[in-house]
């Protein structure tokens, strides 16, 4: 079963490689931390609070894409961890089709935090984590 979860702090440190996101489980008190990349964590930062730039990167790249050719994103999933790395699937409807696209959850969070998308964690991954 995937859980609702909810982007719930982002942990920008400029004197380190990696940054620190932090997911809550929406009707609950779970929640975890994901280690990313500086790159990745500047892309959520930017999407959540709307920031245009000139020229699309590649978050809104692949927005524009899936967008134009005719699909929406249901949803983003959290869906493994395996030997301490998380695995992420985007969701893609496409009329009546719905394909899963496999992804880092990284760049999955940023192209759901433009969106406003819903985001989940699989109950699995919750155990796994002893939560």
Same mark, same amino acid.
Request: aromatic share 4%; hydrophobic share 45%.
């Given at each position: ?39 990745? %964590?500047?892309?959520?930062? @930017?999407?959540?609070?709307? /920031?245009? +730039?000139?020229?699309? &990167?590649?978050?809104? #790249? ?36 719905? %394909?899963?696209?496999?992804? @880092?959850?990284?760049?999955? /969070?940023? +192209?759901?935090?433009? &969106?406003?998308?819903? #985001? ?12």
């Amino acid at each position: 079963m995937d859980i609702q979860v909810e982007l719930a702090q982002i942990i920008i440190n400029e004197q380190v490689d990696q940054q620190i996101i932090v997911l809550r489980e929406l009707n609950g008190q779970r929640s975890f931390p994901i280690v990313i990349g500086m790159p990745e %964590i500047l892309a959520i930062d @930017r999407r959540l609070k709307g /920031i245009e +730039l000139p020229r699309p &990167l590649t978050h809104d #790249l692949l927005e524009q894409v899936i967008e134009q050719m005719g699909g929406t994103i249901e949803k983003v999933v959290i869906n493994d961890l395996r030997d301490h790395t998380f695995f992420a699937t985007i969701y893609v409807r496409r009329s009546a089709e719905t %394909i899963a696209i496999d992804s @880092r959850p990284s760049d999955a /969070i940023a +192209l759901a935090a433009g &969106l406003r998308t819903p #985001l989940y964690v699989a109950e699995q991954v919750f155990d796994q984590l002893g939560l």
